[in-house]
């Protein structure tokens, strides 16, 4: 079993206005020197079995057509192995 994670951002050129509220409000809570501030989504996908090109393949897939709005956002798709015990 592995776990896929899929992280989605919006786009540099997209306005990020909860971000920019995060942003602002850290000075105001005692946190300086953060410059910028970008949300996004985090799909944590718990896989049975290998994770090969396929499946990696059909992962990709559901984060271009379901977990993303590519017109506005960039994913990444990256596999984390389970470590010893952690297994459901």
């Known amino acids: 079993m592995a776990r896929v994670v899929v992280d989605v951002m919006l786009k540099p050129e997209i306005l990020d ?3 920019q509220a995060v942003q602002r ?10 410059s910028d501030v970008r949300q ?12 090969d090109d396929a ?4 992962i990709h897939e559901l984060a271009e057509t379901f977990l993303a709005n ?4 960039n994913f990444t798709v990256k596999v984390e192995e389970l470590a010893v ?3 459901k």
């Open 25 to 34: 409000a850290l000075p105001r809570l005692g946190f300086d020197g953060i």
């Open 85 to 87: 015990g952690a297994e």
């Open 40 to 51: 996004g989504k985090r799909f944590e996908l718990e896989v049975d079995g290998p994770v």
């Open 17 to 19: 206005p909860q971000g």
């Open 70 to 73: 590519t017109v506005i956002e």
């Open 55 to 58: 499946a990696l393949a059909r």
